[in-house]
């Protein structure tokens, strides 16, 4: 029985440790274990525990990390890079933060699970719709995502594209020129076009990639890393856009999600 009663920054990784201790490497155990304390705490901290989930998971976004996935899966998609971030979460705080700072610390972390953990994102879903009837997505609030993840920055250092900090760093403000970038990309989904298309037409256009753009502001965790391209946009990086939380009332996943109790999607 856990006695934590309310999920903040801290207790989100006192959970995950407390899972980890009772259940290893069994992932279903894993989100079980989870599902049944959040059930206990009652709703509102369900949806703290999901808005903490994807805050970190997508304040692992970073490439460093994505090559060390790719070194560890042997190739890794877009997709598998998103399990792999929370299989990364899974493995506690010390070893997520040192991650962060330096991927190659993962070579001495064990594998397991193919390195994948997709399902331990949705337990704050789970437990709330156990709990309401309800899920996430129709509560989910793109101000309190925001607020999240300023919370998390100081651990993380990440900023993200469409936001610039203020004087004192301790709240976003609306960067109206990338923000207009994401407007435009947004709108081009709905007509019709697929990232590639978006991508292109963004490079073709002369629009400066996001980490390019963000350097200019001194963030960034790619800000020193020279680029070969400032333009060259992939359709990578308008997926990742697109699945931002920030930017939603609601989650654009371009993929089902699997419930770890059944195996199968919904």
């Not at 259940?23 to 949806?47: K, T, V, Y």
């Not at 190739?75 to 998103?82: L, P, Q, R, S």
């Not at 700072?101 to 390195?115: I, T």
């Not at 976003?172 to 989904?189: G, S, Y």
Request: charged letters at 25%; proline letters at 3%.
């Amino acid at each position: 029985m856990s006695s934590i009663s309310e999920i903040n920054k801290d207790t989100f990784w006192e959970l995950i440790a407390q899972a980890k201790e009772q259940c290893g490497q069994d992932q279903d155990a894993f989100c079980q274990w989870l599902e049944n304390r959040l059930i206990e705490m009652g709703p509102e901290q369900a949806l703290n525990f999901d808005y903490a989930a994807f805050a970190y998971r997508a304040a692992a976004y970073k490439y460093g990390l994505w090559s060390a996935a790719s070194v560890m899966l042997d190739g890794c998609t877009d997709d598998g890079f998103t399990d792999f971030r929370g299989w990364l979460i899974a493995q506690g705080r010390d070893v997520y933060m040192a991650a962060l700072k330096d991927p190659d610390s993962l070579a001495d972390v064990p594998v397991y699970g193919d390195c994948c953990f997709e399902t331990i994102c949705y337990v704050g879903n789970y437990a709330y719709e156990e709990l309401t009837g309800r899920n996430t997505y129709e509560d989910f609030d793109p101000a309190v995502s925001r607020a999240w993840s300023e919370k998390i920055e100081p651990e993380t250092g990440t900023v993200i594209y469409g936001y610039l900090w203020d004087e004192k760093r301790e709240h976003w403000l609306v960067d109206e020129e990338a923000a207009a970038v994401v407007r435009r990309i947004f709108a081009m989904t709905l007509a019709g076009y697929g990232p590639y298309q978006i991508a292109t037409r963004l490079t073709q256009d002369k629009v400066e990639i996001p980490s390019v753009h963000l350097a200019r502001f001194n963030e960034g965790v790619n800000r020193t890393k020279p680029v070969k391209d400032i333009y060259g946009w992939g359709s990578s990086t308008i997926v990742h856009i697109l699945k931002k939380r920030e930017y939603l009332g609601h989650t654009v996943n371009f993929k089902t999600r699997k419930h770890f109790k059944d195996k199968k999607s919904h």
